[in-house]
């Protein structure tokens, strides 16, 4: 017997798989970034200056620290965004969710949404003096060159 494969489905539809995709995603993107951005922060400005790593060492923990924030509550995110019920349901059969486009439509509305959240999640960006962990480690450096020419100063002596 032949196999008939299932119809394509409509715009509206796409657009609703896509939407559904998305708003999960969003809240993601907008809890990865604002926790990456905070914990490399605080990173940044103990061990960074602690020890001398650089930012984007610190960033790297941040996003490891993210990455599991991420992990331990993506769930809380997603049955949240399933309890949505007032968001529309794409009216599409099982046979139909195989489809290249419907599958398409929800890998572009899995982007869409973090990207929106990752870029909402940038908001602790306003509240960070950049400028504040630059003067901490040059303070830091300054202290450590002080602390050498004293030990050496007194070698002299």
Request: net charge negative.
């Given at each position: 017997?032949?196999?008939?494969?299932?119809?394509?489905?409509?715009?509206?539809?796409?657009?609703?798989?896509?939407?559904?995709?998305?708003?999960?995603?969003?809240?993601?993107?907008?809890?990865?970034?604002?926790?990456?951005?905070?914990?490399?922060?605080?990173?940044?400005?103990?061990?960074?200056?602690?020890?001398?790593?650089?930012?984007?060492?610190?960033?790297?923990?941040?996003?490891?620290v993210?990455?599991?924030?991420?992990?331990?509550?993506?769930?809380?995110?997603?049955?949240?965004?399933?309890?949505?019920?007032?968001?529309?349901?794409?009216?599409?059969?099982?046979?139909?969710?195989?489809l290249?486009?419907?599958?398409?439509?929800?890998?572009?509305?899995?982007?869409?949404?973090?990207?929106?959240g990752?870029?909402?999640?940038?908001?602790?960006?306003?509240?960070?003096?950049?400028?504040?962990?630059?003067?901490?480690?040059?303070?830091?450096?300054?202290?450590?060159?002080?602390?050498?020419?004293?030990?050496?100063?007194?070698?002299?002596?």
């Open positions: 017997p032949d196999i008939i494969p299932p119809q394509e489905p409509s715009r509206h539809d796409l657009r609703l798989v896509a939407l559904q995709q998305a708003i999960p995603f969003v809240g993601f993107g907008i809890m990865d970034n604002a926790i990456l951005i905070l914990a490399g922060d605080a990173i940044d400005t103990s061990l960074g200056v602690l020890l001398g790593i650089s930012t984007m060492c610190a960033a790297a923990i941040g996003n490891i993210s990455d599991v924030v991420g992990i331990m509550f993506g769930t809380v995110i997603e049955d949240y965004c399933a309890g949505l019920h007032s968001m529309p349901v794409p009216q599409i059969t099982a046979a139909q969710r195989q290249r486009s419907v599958r398409f439509a929800s890998q572009f509305g899995c982007a869409v949404g973090i990207v929106i990752c870029l909402i999640g940038m908001f602790p960006l306003l509240l960070i003096d950049s400028n504040k962990i630059n003067r901490m480690k040059q303070e830091a450096r300054m202290d450590s060159i002080f602390q050498d020419v004293i030990t050496k100063a007194k070698d002299l002596i």
